[in-house]
Structure formats: structure tokens, C-alpha cells
């Protein structure tokens, strides 16, 4: 059964992002953006309503994460410069197969990122 699902990990403190606001998109043919989920990370950086997407909701087509990554490194205490080096870090991957499991990890500091589909 199809599925998305995402999981951030603060690469800064060595911890689950819990706490971090992320947008999910569908990114439209036409070039429209429509707006499909919002939601903040639980004490393990996961969504805490499960997978992003399910077999029910998939489509093929594109879309876009969008991490709140200096809003969450700034409610932790870290000073950041204004503005910060890294704001919001979009995400933009693409969805073939509706019966596949793609999981879109997340590794973060204020200064670096790292993504790859994961299992």
C-alpha cells in the first residue's frame, strides 16, 4: 500500500526535531501549488497523525516539503543571524508509483541539510 512519510532530525543537538511546523504541496501541472497538509513534529520528528499521504490520498505527481527550520533552531534558543542562513528548506520530489512507500528524511542544522528517499 502506497504511503508518504517524513522524519527530521536535528543534526545540531543530536535529537528528533519535535516541535518543527512542515507544509505538505502538491505541485500542479499548471504551475498552481495546492496546499495539502500542516503539520508540527511529535517528540520523534514524525507527524503525529502517520503517514503524510496514504494508498487513499496518493496520486502520482509532484510535490514539495517545506521545513520551518530557523522557526524551530530560533524556539530553541539559538541565535541565529537575521536573516538566517537557512529559513525554510523546500523539499521538491516526485511520486511515481501510488502503491510505493517513499519516506522523505530530513537532517538538519541551522548551516546544513542532507535528504535522500529513505525506507
Given at each position: 500500500?502506497?504511503?508518504?512519510?517524513?522524519?527530521?532530525?536535528?543534526?545540531?543537538?543530536?535529537?528528533?526535531?519535535?516541535?518543527?511546523?512542515?507544509?505538505?504541496?502538491?505541485?500542479?501541472?499548471?504551475?498552481?501549488?495546492?496546499?495539502?497538509?500542516?503539520?508540527?513534529?511529535?517528540?520523534?520528528?514524525?507527524?503525529?497523525?502517520?503517514?503524510?499521504?496514504?494508498?487513499?490520498?496518493m496520486v502520482a505527481?509532484r510535490y514539495r516539503?517545506?521545513?520551518?527550520?530557523?522557526?524551530?533552531?530560533?524556539?530553541?534558543?539559538?541565535?541565529?543571524?537575521?536573516?538566517?542562513?537557512?529559513?525554510?528548506?523546500?523539499?521538491?520530489?516526485?511520486?511515481?508509483?501510488?502503491?510505493?512507500?517513499?519516506?522523505v528524511p530530513l537532517?538538519?542544522?541551522?548551516?546544513?541539510?542532507?535528504?535522500?528517499?529513505?525506507?
Open positions: 500500500m502506497g504511503r508518504l512519510s517524513t522524519h527530521v532530525l536535528d543534526t545540531m543537538n543530536g535529537c528528533p526535531a519535535a516541535g518543527m511546523a512542515v507544509r505538505l504541496e502538491r505541485l500542479l501541472a499548471d504551475g498552481r501549488v495546492e496546499p495539502l497538509h500542516t503539520l508540527t513534529l511529535n517528540d520523534d520528528g514524525r507527524n503525529p497523525d502517520g503517514p503524510l499521504l496514504a494508498a487513499d490520498t505527481g516539503l517545506v521545513f520551518a527550520v530557523a522557526a524551530y533552531f530560533r524556539a530553541r534558543g539559538v541565535v541565529l543571524p537575521e536573516p538566517a542562513f537557512l529559513d525554510e528548506v523546500p523539499i521538491e520530489f516526485g511520486l511515481a508509483d501510488v502503491n510505493g512507500h517513499y519516506h537532517l538538519v542544522s541551522p548551516w546544513a541539510y542532507s535528504t535522500y528517499r529513505g525506507s
